[in-house]
């Protein structure tokens, strides 16, 4: 049986973190699933917070996860990848957990006292992944980057 190694998550704070993250996503979406270049990096990455799972002590980075607020007050979470090689560890569980802990920071901060939203757009796949912390469908099925999603959304109580 394959052993989980020791790791940690960090928010991506230097410029080498946060490339870190964007070589995951590029092995993970543009790689593995074919994705466009073009479309991976958006106007969104300027202004995420990027958290970074990586091992320890290698520091050697094998998934990540993009969180932002939106104008509407709610959380968008975006861009998880995990490494293929390292699935099926609950660092995609663990990543998500992490999300919601800085959404959960971020909204306490800004006076928020009952519950956040926060928001997805799983590739049909991976719903049932999301389905685990909670989200629910919202609205019909849709084209993103030329492959059908369904946006997710989660009640979170503070
Ligand atoms: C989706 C992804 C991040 C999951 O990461 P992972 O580390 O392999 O997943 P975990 O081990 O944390 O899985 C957590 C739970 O979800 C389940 N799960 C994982 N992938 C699932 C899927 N596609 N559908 C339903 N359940 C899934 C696991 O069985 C596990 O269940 P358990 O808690 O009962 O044991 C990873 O498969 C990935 O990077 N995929 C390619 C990129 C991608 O599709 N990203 C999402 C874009 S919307």
Redesign the pocket.
């Given at each position: 049986m394959a052993v989980i190694q020791a790791h940690e998550i960090v928010v991506a704070r230097t410029e080498g973190e946060i490339q870190q993250c964007y070589d995951v996503r590029i092995a993970?979406?543009h790689v593995?699933?074919k994705f466009p270049l073009e479309t991976e990096f958006d106007d969104f990455d300027p202004t995420a917070t990027h958290l970074l799972l990586r091992l320890t002590p290698s520091l050697t980075p094998v998934?990540t996860i993009r969180m932002n607020k939106a104008p509407g007050g709610y959380y968008k979470l975006s861009r998880?990848?995990?490494l293929k090689d390292?699935?099926?560890?609950?660092?995609?569980?663990?990543?998500v957990l992490a999300l919601h802990d800085c959404a959960k920071s971020d909204a306490s901060a800004a006076g928020t006292t009952e519950y956040l939203e926060i928001v997805?757009?799983?590739?049909l796949?991976?719903?049932?992944?999301y389905?685990?912390f909670g989200y629910q469908p919202e609205g019909a099925e849709f084209d993103e980057d030329g492959d059908p999603?369904q946006k997710m959304v989660l009640r979170l109580p503070l």
């Open positions: 993970v979406f593995e699933q998934g998880l990848a995990v390292y699935r099926s560890f609950h660092f995609g569980r663990e990543l997805c757009h799983s590739q796949p991976v719903k049932g992944f389905d685990k999603h």
